[in-house]
Structures are given as structure tokens and as C-alpha cells.
């Protein structure tokens, strides 16, 4: 029995991307309540807006 995955597995591909897309989400929701919780300087807000916006964009939010 072999121990590798099989990277032409659509199966897998498609379990590899619902991962991905699963911490995207979760950076995301934990980047929105950073955003409504902490008080940040105005560079910090700017950069974790700037990453909420790619996140969203990525996830086709």
C-alpha cells in the first residue's frame, strides 16, 4: 500500500483547496474582530483592512 498522495487526485485537490479556504476564512474572521475590538494605530488598521480586502477577494466575498 502506498503512503503518497496522488497530486492528479481530484479528490484531493479539491480537499487541499477547501482547506485553504477554510483558514482563509478563519484569518479572516479573526482579522474583522481585531478590527472592532483592539485599538490600533492608523498604519496597523490600514494593513489589517488591506488584508481583510484580499481575503475577500480571494474567497469571492
Known sequence: MSS???SN???SGHAAKGC???RLAMELTALR???QTEI???DATRALERRVREIEKA???
Open 4 to 6: 503518497h498522495t496522488d
Open 9 to 11: 487526485n481530484p479528490v
Open 20 to 22: 485553504a479556504e477554510y
Open 33 to 35: 474582530r481585531r478590527l
Open 40 to 42: 490600533l494605530d492608523a
Open 59 to 61: 474567497l469571492g466575498v
